[in-house]
């Protein structure tokens, strides 16, 4: 038998929203670093949290994620830290920090971000690979033949995007193939936002995670935490998150990641 109209609104009514308690609660944690990291920007502010070996964070929530720790408090992470991915894989929740569009999730995430980089430069076979950021942000890549000066590919984009400079008619016809790979290999180098995925292409063995196998290391896998759970922070804060259903469900294990980060702080 169906429910009545007025058992469907209280049923709705009991559904719980956790964006209030996920955002009280990454005040109290973005308090936290703030204060202990004593830095003044908030990307070193989080460096600190995630790297510091001082950082409280990483000597009491690294343990939690070791394969032998079967303790409740682990196994409380652990299974959040999986019902967070399996919920981000169901959906497709996409950011566009500073205009780059950048998918929310542990397969795709920013954990190795080069320190304010400027340029770059590559001497090889007689060519001279180099990008550098201009004037606005924007960036900078050319191939100039040592020996004549002769300038084989120059261009300028607002945003970082290897294709567009890979789709050039200069870069299809004015370099030869070991120049292209060559090109390919230093401009993919130069990327701002390395993306890394924790799931299937980390850098270490495998992490047992509830139902889920991560294929990168402790440190990894923390420093992915905070990365995701900050950019869930600022989706919400920029007006970046639709009322969907599906995505405010990945604020539950979300919010669950961040309690544990504070009980373990304190």
């Known amino acids: 038998m169906a429910l009545p109209p007025h058992a469907l609104d209280w049923m709705g009514r009991a559904n719980i929203d956790y964006i209030g308690p996920f955002v009280k609660a990454w005040a109290a944690f973005n308090a936290w670093y703030r204060h202990d990291s004593g ?63 950048e998918r929310v999730s542990l397969r795709e995430v920013c954990i190795n971000p080069p320190v304010n980089w400027q340029r770059d430069q590559q001497e090889r076979n007689g060519q001279r690979y180099a990008a550098r950021k201009v004037l606005g942000g924007n960036y900078e890549v050319t191939v100039t033949s040592i020996r004549t000066g002769l300038v084989k590919l120059t261009h300028v984009q607002e945003r970082y995007d290897p294709n567009e400079v890979y789709a050039l008619p200069e870069f299809i016809n004015n370099l030869s193939d070991p120049q292209r790979t060559t090109l390919r290999q230093f ?8 993306m890394t995925d924790l799931v299937q292409g980390g850098g270490g063995p495998a992490l047992d995670i509830s139902t889920m196998q991560f294929q990168c290391t402790a440190e990894e896998l923390l420093a992915g935490l905070v990365e995701t759970l900050y950019a869930m922070r600022n989706a919400l804060l920029h007006g970046e998150v639709d009322p969907d259903e599906q995505v405010m469900g990945c604020y539950e294990p979300a919010y669950r990641i961040v309690m544990c980060f504070l009980h373990r702080i304190q």
Do not use: W
């Open 39 to 101: 830095q003044a920007t908030e990307r070193a502010m989080l460096d600190f949290a995630i790297r510091h070996h001082n950082s409280r964070l990483r000597r009491h929530v690294l343990p939690l994620l070791a394969n032998e720790n079967g303790t409740a408090e682990a196994e409380r992470l652990k299974l959040a830290i999986c019902d967070l991915q399996q919920k981000l894989d169901a959906i497709h929740l996409e950011v566009t920090p500073k205009g780059r569009r």
């Open 187 to 194: 401009y993919d180098a130069c990327n701002p936002r390395p």
